[in-house]
């Protein structure tokens, strides 16, 4: 067993431990309503959105985009010398 996974062991048996010690009721004010709902539930919800969250944020960024690259794809077969003879003459001015 790597590090990592001891790591992980530990920390979901703490949690087991912290959400079957908290089972009473709670009173909660949700947009005007107020309702009780049990520490357990809403610990356990709070530990499942927070790991999807972590695994959400955690995961391996995208290859970058590169425009250049992208634009050259795109225009390849088209001609690159499209200036007009009188925009050479004005660009080669100084």
């Not at 089972?23 to 790991?51: E, G, M, N, Q, Y």
């Not at 077969?77 to 660009?91: A, Q």
């Amino acid at each position: 067993m790597s590090i990592k996974n001891i790591f992980v062991l530990v920390i979901v048996v703490l949690l087991t431990i912290f959400i079957i010690q908290n089972t009473d009721p709670v009173w909660f004010t949700i947009l005007f309503v107020k309702k009780s709902i049990s520490k357990v539930a809403v610990l356990t919800t709070v530990a499942v959105a927070a790991f999807i969250l972590g695994v959400l944020v955690g995961r391996p960024k995208n290859k970058k985009y590169n425009i250049g690259e992208h634009y050259d794809d795109l225009h390849a077969g088209e001609d690159k010398n499209t200036l007009s003879d009188e925009d050479r003459d004005y660009i080669s001015r100084d």
